[in-house]
Every structure is written in structure tokens, then in C-alpha cells.
């Protein structure tokens, strides 16, 4: 069964740095695209980032482009999110997500409990 958790979170003043990892088990982690979404205080989920199977090519929301870089280990089975520059609008629970493409469409399909990432001065 898939499995994917979440660590990393905690509280950080604006302008600091965050590492999040997700450990993934379950499934070929090295076969399949992989997200970042997240889910602000009161709001739904926003997607944040994804990366592709091999680890070459990634892709960012506007509102954290420039500021957060996706990376993963494949050798570990293990999904990265650095985050800098934090504001106090990045504050949300982060969850990855394994990004499925089935009968057409495409999924991502999120198994974890997330982890609290808070921005506060």
C-alpha cells in the first residue's frame, strides 16, 4: 500500500528557511512524477510544485517560484522541498502527492498526514 510522510515542518520567522522531506513506500517511487501541494488555514488545496521521475525537470507556482526548489533521491525513495524566503502567506499543512496519470486523466493522489509548516514573527 502507498505510504508517504511527511516531516520537516515547524515554526519559522519570515524570511527563514524550512527543508521538508516525504519518505515514500509502497510503490516504484522512481517510476512516477511526484507534488507538492498544501492547504492554508481556511483554504483549499493550492499545488506548489512537481518534479518528473528522473529528477530533471520541475515546475513551480508563481507564488513560490524563485524561492522554493523541489528535489528528490530516488536511491532513498525520498521527495525534498527547500523552502527560503518564507512569508507568512507559505503557512499551510504541505503534503506530497504521487502523481498518477489513469483512464486519461490525471491524479494527484495525496496518502500522507501532512506536516504544519507556520511563518510567524
Known amino acids: 500500500q502507498v505510504q508517504l510522510v511527511e516531516s520537516g515542518g515547524g515554526l519559522v520567522q519570515p524570511g527563514g528557511s524550512l527543508r521538508l522531506s516525504c519518505a515514500a513506500s509502497?510503490?516504484?517511487?522512481?517510476?512516477?512524477?511526484m507534488s507538492w501541494v498544501r492547504q492554508a488555514p481556511g483554504k483549499g488545496l493550492e499545488w506548489v510544485s512537481d518534479i518528473n521521475d528522473g529528477g530533471g525537470s520541475t515546475y513551480y507556482a508563481d507564488s513560490v517560484k524563485g524561492r522554493f526548489t523541489i528535489s528528490r533521491d530516488n536511491a532513498r525513495n525520498t521527495l525534498y522541498l527547500q523552502m527560503n524566503s518564507l512569508k507568512p502567506e507559505d503557512t499551510a499543512v504541505y503534503y506530497c502527492?504521487?502523481?498518477?496519470?489513469?483512464?486519461?486523466?490525471?491524479?494527484?493522489?495525496?496518502w500522507g498526514q501532512g506536516t504544519l509548516v507556520t511563518v510567524s514573527s
Open positions: 509502497g510503490f516504484t517511487f522512481s517510476s512516477y512524477a
Open positions: 502527492a504521487k502523481d498518477v496519470t489513469l483512464r486519461g486523466y490525471r491524479y494527484l493522489e495525496v
